[in-house]
Nanobody
């Protein structure tokens, strides 16, 4: 099965940028749709972005559209989330996930990473 490990989180100021990385091992990476989700304290885990094997037409939540960019490198088994113009409301633990469907929900997630904290100060 696929194991996922996120990295790249940290503490930044509003307006700054961060690049998260999700490294996969085991399983068949190319067969999965990879998504990013985030969970703020006391809130549900929300969809952020998803990308299919080819990288074509990624899917984004409205709240991050135009600011975040998801990409994947199948040769390196990595998926990235480039986050620009960060806002305090982007503060959350960010998780990558191996999904079976190209939809925004999490009901089809087979594997989760352990998460990486992103904190945006105002």
């Amino acid at each position: 099965q696929v194991q996922l490990v996120e990295s790249g989180g940290g503490l930044v100021q509003a307006g700054d940028s961060l690049r998260l990385s999700c490294a996969a091992s085991g399983g068949t990476f190319s067969s999965y749709i990879i998504g990013w989700f985030r969970q703020a304290p006391g809130k549900e885990r929300d969809f952020v972005a998803a990308i299919i094997w080819s990288g074509d037409t990624p899917l984004y939540a409205d709240s991050v559209k135009g600011r975040f960019t998801i990409s994947r490198d199948n040769a390196k088994k990595r998926v990235y989330l480039e986050m620009n113009s960060l806002k305090p409301e982007d503060t959350a633990v960010y998780y990558c996930a191996a999904k079976r469907s190209f939809v925004s929900g999490s009901g089809d997630v087979d594997h989760w990473g352990q998460g990486t904290q992103v904190t945006v100060s105002s």
